[in-house]
């Protein structure tokens, strides 16, 4: 097989929980009578990590407003939204058909290590990942180093890894790695704003996934 190593971002390419996260951060703005962003100006932010997101949805805050608003929006995503955030259809059983040809699977994201622990549990997808980066562990994206680290702990060389990801920030992020990169089009950013970041393709839904790896054996 050509590639070895599957890295995945998570929130809007796995799970579906752009919705929690774009009304989780309007309530929190709101509870801070902070001006509240579009939908779109928090879809453009999701991939990065929490907080250059923060600054460039506000500005920069001061200390008690920073840390009022990142203890606010944790509890706002995790207790008070009952937003559902499923897996897209097909994850789960695409996911145990990878592991099962051998690939080692990753992800990478711009959650923090408790915020992937939960959704691991929730899902009770852990089994599936070898390896992982979150957002409290690495640079935020789209700087490289996550998946540089990646890499590193694989032991497996860059033109065997494969990055898969929704937004234009993962897209980046495997450009500048120099990695090979997939789209998908149904979380925050659509396939023509991917296709400028060069992916081998920007995929509909999951089950064109196993046909474009067969592809590239």
Same mark, same amino acid.
């Given at each position: 097989?050509?590639? &070895?190593?599957?890295?995945?971002?998570?929130?809007?390419?796995?799970?579906?929980?752009?919705?929690?996260?774009?009304?989780?951060?309007?309530?929190?703005?709101?509870?801070?009578?902070?001006?509240?962003?579009?939908?779109?100006?928090?879809?453009?932010?999701?991939? @990065?990590?929490?907080?250059?997101?923060?600054?460039?949805?506000?500005?920069?805050?001061?200390?008690?407003?920073?840390?009022?608003?990142?203890?606010?929006?944790?509890?706002?995503?995790?207790? @008070?939204?009952?937003?559902?955030?499923?897996?897209?259809?097909?994850?789960? #059983?695409?996911?145990?058909?990878?592991?099962? &040809?051998?690939? &080692?699977?990753?992800?990478?994201?711009?959650?923090?290590?408790?915020?992937?622990?939960?959704?691991?549990?929730?899902?009770?997808?852990? $089994?599936?990942?070898?390896?992982?980066?979150?957002?409290?562990?690495?640079?935020?994206?789209?700087?490289?180093?996550?998946?540089?680290?990646?890499? #590193?702990?694989?032991?497996?060389?860059?033109?065997?890894?494969?990055?898969?990801?929704?937004?234009?920030?993962?897209?980046?992020?495997?450009?500048?790695?120099?990695?090979?990169?997939?789209?998908?089009?149904?979380?925050?950013?659509?396939?023509?704003?991917?296709?400028?970041?060069?992916?081998?393709?920007? @995929?509909?839904?999951? $089950? &064109?996934?196993?046909? @474009?790896?067969?592809? #590239?054996?």
């Amino acid at each position: 097989m050509k590639y &070895q190593l599957l890295i995945f971002d998570w929130d809007g390419t796995l799970m579906d929980s752009i919705g929690r996260i774009v009304s989780s951060m309007q309530a929190t703005a709101t509870h801070l009578a902070l001006p509240v962003p579009t939908d779109t100006q928090v879809r453009d932010i999701i991939g @990065l990590s929490l907080e250059p997101a923060i600054e460039r949805l506000f500005g920069r805050l001061d200390g008690q407003q920073h840390a009022t608003f990142l203890a606010r929006y944790r509890d706002q995503y995790v207790e @008070l939204d009952p937003t559902p955030t499923p897996l897209f259809a097909g994850v789960p #059983e695409m996911l145990a058909d990878l592991r099962q &040809q051998g690939y &080692q699977l990753a992800v990478a994201t711009g959650k923090a290590r408790r915020g992937l622990n939960r959704v691991w549990q929730e899902t009770d997808t852990a $089994q599936f990942f070898q390896l992982s980066r979150c957002a409290d562990e690495s640079a935020s994206k789209p700087d490289p180093k996550m998946l540089h680290e990646l890499l #590193e702990e694989a032991n497996c060389d860059l033109s065997k890894a494969l990055m898969i990801g929704d937004s234009i920030h993962d897209l980046r992020m495997a450009e500048a790695a120099g990695m090979d990169r997939v789209g998908v089009d149904f979380g925050v950013h659509s396939a023509q704003q991917l296709s400028v970041y060069s992916p081998l393709a920007v @995929l509909s839904n999951w $089950q &064109q996934f196993p046909s @474009l790896l067969d592809a #590239e054996r």
